[in-house]
């Protein structure tokens, strides 16, 4: 069955990248923070990450998280049926 719909996938992945909307992955090779580095040697900005502003690894957040383990414990507590 793909091989029926593969040459339709194909021109339109192409006339995509033709238009210039294809979007390449880039592969982050350094710790997720502000500034990322790439399989293409350079250093970029992260914008696609939830911790684009390094704060996982901020050690006040690191602190506040252990003190919060302490205080209150760790674990999901829940059931799922």
Same mark, same amino acid.
Do not use: W
């Given at each position: ?18 238009? #210039? ?32 502003? #390094? ?27």
């Amino acid at each position: 069955m793909f091989t029926h719909v593969e040459p339709a996938l194909e021109r339109e992945i192409q006339s995509i990248r033709d238009a #210039g909307l294809y979007k390449e992955e880039r592969i982050i090779t350094s710790p997720q923070g502000p500034v990322i580095s790439t399989t293409a040697q350079r250093e970029v900005l992260n914008f696609c990450a939830n911790n684009y502003l #390094g704060l996982s690894s901020h050690p006040e957040v690191i602190e506040a998280a252990i003190e919060a383990i302490r205080t209150h414990g760790y674990g999901l507590s829940s059931v799922r049926f």
